[in-house]
């Protein structure tokens, strides 16, 4: 199937519908992202669907590389209410994720991070198996409480054991932290953006309203397409 038919599979209605195509107001705009642009309605910018399509393409592309090659996505996005969908999408795919707060020195250090995971795993473990009982009621109060903190914090890198490969961020003007990590470690990120974000060392962009999670939904769905098809 060549590239053209492969963008034409891409249903733009649908992706209308889904307001895939509705940017930020203009005082948001990031001039950056002038590329993707194609007009102004209701003084929001609309973004260029046909762009959207070739930069998704390359992506699940990218992406279908990755998972023939045995390596891990790191799903970030720490923005309510998208974060709950890359979760429970994360979760169904079997890939780590990051959807409440980015933890700092993630990918720059990377074995200390590890250490409090496994610190995590190993009370969770203890709380299960009844090893715990031994203390008072409110001793293991407290302890059960701290096991909620930390598996907010690491429940969806409890299996990450190396750093990723590539991490996708559902939004890159919310995660600048993460991006400057990456940058650091030169790990490629896979960013949707909106019109305000700065697609700068983003390597797999996809111009995208990032606000709508039915926008977002489509993009994840074509990600699972990919995965799914790669088992």
Request: glycine fraction near 4%; include cysteine.
């Amino acid at each position: 199937m060549t590239e053209k038919n492969q963008i034409q599979e891409f249903n733009t209605e649908e992706m209308i519908q889904r307001g895939m195509h509705l940017g930020r107001i203009t005082s948001k705009l990031n001039p950056k992202m002038k590329p993707f642009i194609i007009g102004i309605k209701n003084n929001c910018h609309i973004i260029n669907l046909e762009k959207t399509k070739e930069h998704l393409l390359t992506t699940l592309k990218f992406i279908e590389d990755l998972k023939k090659e045995g390596k891990v996505i790191l799903f970030v996005a720490t923005n309510p209410p998208i974060n709950k969908i890359v979760e429970n999408f994360a979760k169904e795919i079997n890939y780590p994720f990051i959807t409440n707060r980015w933890l700092g020195g993630l990918l720059t250090n990377f074995p200390e991070i590890r250490k409090r995971v496994n610190y995590y795993k190993n009370l969770k473990k203890q709380f299960e198996s009844g090893e715990l009982e031994k203390y008072t009621k409110k001793e293991r109060a407290k302890i059960s409480k701290k096991l909620k903190d930390l598996k907010i914090k690491f429940e969806g890198i409890e299996n990450l054991e190396k750093i990723p490969d590539a991490i996708f961020l559902a939004d890159v003007s919310k995660e600048k932290t993460a991006i400057k990590e990456a940058k650091k470690m030169k790990i490629p990120i896979i960013g949707l953006c909106n019109t305000n974000a700065n697609p700068d060392n983003i390597k797999f962009l996809i111009p995208v309203n990032t606000n709508a999670i039915p926008s977002v939904e489509y993009i994840l769905e074509e990600i699972k397409k990919v995965i799914s098809k790669n088992k």
